[in-house]
């Protein structure tokens, strides 16, 4: 018989976990941004070098499954004298795989910047640091707005996965709570609703940002 009492009881702990599932995503997300930023500008560049590191960053970490990279940060980094805690090594791994996602996702929207943009920020004396910082990257941010949230709500998603190194968030406590009540189908339905709620919200936020550059757009 489904049993609403053990929700009730364990909501709050649920709920608890759930804001370190955030903390990790979303420091996740913000770190790959900055790799991903790195990387696809490598990608873009002149240089076979830094061409050749970023398409095998990119396939590495697009091509094996997140759980194996979990898994070979958490049991090679000690064989190699660097003890972290195991948050750090899943949000680092975590932050790394984003990266390669998202180093594609704004070489799209490099590549859609119009040159003559870029060669009328020439033309007024912009450096190329700040044709990258000022013009380049709002754009390219701005043009791939959906499919960043889209990479943000699968990083939600796949921080579960960290639970297979210890690392207690939301699907870890939900197992927890699961095996010491015998309760696992209430639990895990609980566990699947505060998912889908922080992804509602993020997916909300997003639209707003994109539904404000569509306005700006228009003006």
Do not use: D
Not at 59 to 78: A, D, E, K, N, T
Not at 81 to 87: K, L
């Amino acid at each position: 018989m489904f049993n609403t009492e053990i929700i009730i009881k364990s909501l709050p702990l649920l709920l608890h976990a759930s804001i370190w599932t955030v903390v990790y995503s979303l420091t996740s997300v913000a770190i790959g941004f900055c790799i991903g930023t790195l990387m696809c500008a490598a990608g873009l560049s002149s240089s076979r070098v830094g061409r050749g590191i970023s398409t095998f960053y990119v396939s590495f970490f697009r091509g094996v499954p997140l759980l194996v990279q979990l898994l070979i940060s958490y049991y090679c980094l000690p064989l190699i004298g660097i003890n972290v805690p195991s948050s750090v090594a899943a949000v680092g791994t975590l932050a790394l795989c984003t990266g390669a996602y998202i180093a594609e996702i704004l070489r799209g929207g490099f590549l859609g910047i119009p040159a003559g943009l870029v060669e009328a920020a020439r033309m007024v004396g912009l450096s190329r640091a700040q044709i990258i910082t000022r013009i380049e990257v709002p754009l390219a941010v701005r043009f791939t707005l959906p499919s960043l949230i889209n990479e943000t709500t699968m990083m939600v998603k796949a921080s579960s996965l960290i639970s297979v190194v210890g690392v207690l968030e939301l699907t870890r406590l939900a197992q927890n709570i699961a095996t010491s009540t015998f309760q696992p189908l209430e639990i895990y339905l609980t566990a699947g609703a505060i998912y889908f709620a922080i992804n509602g919200v993020i997916t909300m936020l997003g639209s707003l940002v994109e539904s404000r550059f569509q306005l700006e757009k228009a003006r």
